[in-house]
Nanobody, 123 residues
Framework: VQLQAYGGGVVQAGGSLRLSCTAS????????MGWFRQVVGKEREFVAA????????IYADSVKGRFTISRDNAKNTVYLQMNSLKADDTAVYYC?????????????????WGQGTQVTVSS
């Protein structure tokens, strides 16, 4: 499965962005889609994850209440709505697919990755 992430950009602190990630083919409803982010020199950090069937979402504490992950199965697309953005949210954001049952926040458990999209929040 190939994943393509897009929607990044430059936004002022307090603003919003919506990231999208489209899969090249249909995935099983039990599979997990996740968003991670990475800053140069730091490890890749979990942001949010959702089952393709929508039955369950998880978020990193740092984004709870500000970010919302959702999916459109008909379009094979997962979204990350980011509100109340902070300078600390600046990173390259990656979408990833976990082809297994069971939620995970570890990047090692996700086997397919998109190319990343840059999000820059100016203060």
């Amino acid at each position: 499965v190939q994943l393509q992430a897009y929607g990044g950009g430059v936004v002022q602190a307090g603003g919003s962005l919506r990231l999208s990630c489209t899969a090249s083919e249909r995935t099983f409803s039990s599979h997990i889609m996740g968003w991670f982010r990475q800053v140069v020199g730091k490890e890749r950090e979990f942001v949010a994850a959702i089952r393709w069937n929508g039955a369950g979402t998880i978020y990193a504490d740092s984004v709870k209440g500000r970010f919302t992950i959702s999916r459109d199965n008909a379009k094979n697309t997962v979204y990350l709505q980011m509100n109340s953005l902070k300078a600390d949210d600046t990173a390259v954001y990656y979408c990833a697919l976990r082809s297994a049952i069971g939620m995970s926040t570890s990047s090692r458990d996700f086997g397919s990755w998109g190319q990343g999209t840059q999000v820059t929040v100016s203060s």
